[in-house]
């Protein structure tokens, strides 16, 4: 009997997670890239103005009919099984399995998006709802343009789920540059929809359709139908047959919805915060929607590229490894993936925390006070980074073996703290202490299930030298930064040099966790 040679892996080559995250993340980064360009072009036409505290608001709850049904509660649910049916029956049982499910999922969206189209009005108004600290007029407004968003609901009812089932497939391309085109479409609406008087370009003079916060709306819609288009391909690659059936007693789909009960109740509690959140920042003047809508989109950069680009590709292997019982080589991925997110965002977090405020004013152009508190809402939500990327992956670890209660306790816990927390600093601290209750909430999520997991994988928190060397250079990094910022009297050039020169201190601490990257 012979047996075939192992061909030999060079220590030099990327893993196939350490590749997939990388490609994820540089498709992040262009989508928080453009996402922050679109985010200069619409602060720059509507300022902190009430208009855009409307159209912010009038996200949330479509935002989270997507979420609950067809974006993160469904995804993370159905992965693990896709990727369980496709190792062992095949792909044609798996797309079988995918459409049965993705069937249920674009009926109850559409079921879901009439009652809230219908019922608007009291959503919005009610003084549990959503704005209820706007004026009438506000609030109107608010009601039109939630209904408008659920269009875009209902497309990304079924772009989700091709982004699930192509990542099941491990493949990443084209789910991470569905995102850019959302974006391209957000800009053109921006560009094009909403100004009245078009952007000069040289001697070119874009045109414009003056449809003012409206156009936004629409750049969302027409965003969502190219996040959708882009991912057609990949379908046709993996030769997708698409099944009109329902049948509630397939055992592929009972094992979806075992998981995704605990699923859509803790995406309910995550979107939970954000529509509190907003409640509280309607209560408190014009700008503060924004200033939390502009904070949250700049920690999210990070946290995107790093944590959420790790999570998305690290959750099919781990699937994999669970439905083995590899135990052994299950823990070593989640250890690895805590010390590269210990490694690259605290001193991101540290360093964007001292430069951020001339980054706004030069990016937004706001007035002083509209910057100072964009920039405070963003220093809130930066002391959550950390914890915000550990819950990627944290979460995921639990999915993976497909126990979806565990989360679901976290994130009620974090929301009951949030809740408290925001009531208690919302007063005193404005919209910066909303910030800084989602912080606190997220990080105790995180940390719960870090201490849950390390139970049964003692190795996950093993990072005590880790955590020590990071931290120290974080606050090197800190104090280099700062006394730049101090020193160089122009304020961009300053906080240019000080973000290089603490990202050159904090690269030299987290060497370990860069060479760690390529074997994830």
């Known amino acids: 009997m012979t047996t075939a040679p192992v061909r030999a892996v060079p220590r030099s080559a990327l893993s196939h997670v350490a590749r997939s995250s990388l490609l994820v993340a540089a498709f992040f980064a262009l989508d928080k890239g453009l996402g922050f360009v679109r985010q200069v072009i619409i602060g720059r036409q509507f300022g902190i103005s009430a208009e855009l505290d409307a159209f912010n608001a009038a996200n949330n709850l479509p935002d989270l009919l997507f979420a609950l049904i067809s974006g993160g509660a469904l995804a ?19 797309w079988e399995l995918f459409s049965r499910i993705g069937n249920w999922a674009f009926l109850l969206t559409t079921g879901l998006a009439i009652g809230i189209a219908v019922f608007a009005g009291s959503i919005v108004r009610s003084e549990l709802g959503i704005a209820p600290g706007f004026t009438p ?12 968003n659920l269009v875009a609901t209902l497309i990304f009812s079924l772009s989700g789920l091709v982004m699930a089932g192509l990542q099941a497939n491990q493949h990443f391309l084209l789910p991470a540059m569905a995102p850019v085109f959302y974006d391209i479409g957000q800009i053109f609406g921006a560009l ?74 803790t995406i309910g509690a995550f979107n939970l915060i954000f529509i509190v959140q907003d409640n509280l920042a309607s209560r408190l003047g014009v700008g503060a929607v924004t200033a939390l809508a502009f904070g949250w989109l700049i920690m999210q950069v990070p946290e995107t590229i790093v944590g959420t680009a790790l999570g998305t590709a690290l959750l099919p292997t781990l699937s ?100 408290v927390a925001g009531i208690g600093l919302f007063t005193p601290l404005g919209a910066p202490g909303i910030g800084l ?19 049964r994988f003692p190795s996950v928190l093993r990072q005590g030298r880790v955590l020590a060397r990071v931290t120290f250079g974080s606050a090197l990094a800190g104090l280099a930064a700062w006394a730049l ?36």
């Not at 992965?79 to 190792?87: K, R, S, W």
């Not at 980074?385 to 126990?403: C, I, M, N, Q």
């Not at 209750?437 to 139970?455: C, H, I, M, T, Y």
């Open 192 to 265: 094009v929809l909403a100004p009245s008087v078009g952007l000069a370009l040289g001697p070119l003079r874009l045109p414009a359709a003056g449809w003012g916060v409206h156009g936004l709306v629409a750049g969302v819609i027409l965003g969502a139908v190219l996040h959708l288009a882009i991912q057609i391909p990949g379908l046709l690659r993996f030769r997708f047959r698409w099944t009109p059936r329902l049948g509630l007693h397939h055992p592929g789909l009972q094992q979806v919805a075992h998981l995704l009960g605990p699923r859509i109740l």
């Open 485 to 520: 910022m101090a020193s160089v009297p122009s304020a961009l050039p300053g906080a240019l040099a000080a973000s290089l020169a603490g990202g050159a201190i904090a690269l030299a601490f987290v060497i370990p966790e860069i060479k760690l990257l390529r074997r994830l």
């Open 437 to 455: 209750a989602n912080s606190l909430a997220f990080s105790l999520e995180a940390g719960l299930l870090l201490v849950l997991l390390s139970r």
């Open 76 to 94: 993370l649910a159905l992965i693990p099984v896709l990727a369980e049916v496709l190792e062992r029956q095949g792909r044609p049982p798996m």
């Open 320 to 419: 994999e490894q669970a439905a083995r019982g590899d135990e052994q080589a299950f823990e070593a991925s989640l250890g690895r993936a805590v010390q590269v997110l210990l490694g690259f965002c605290l001193p991101a977090s540290v360093i964007l925390a001292i430069v951020i405020r001339p980054l706004v004013q030069a990016a937004f152009g706001f007035d002083a006070a509209g910057t100072d508190l964009v920039a405070w809402a963003t220093r809130a939500y930066l002391l959550g980074l950390t914890g915000h990327s550990l819950l990627e992956v944290a979460a995921r670890g639990f999915y993976a073996r497909k126990d979806a209660r565990t989360p679901l306790l976290a994130t009620m816990a974090g929301a009951v703290l949030f809740v």
């Open 137 to 148: 007029e506000l609030q109107a407004l608010v009601v039109n343009l939630m209904r408008l």
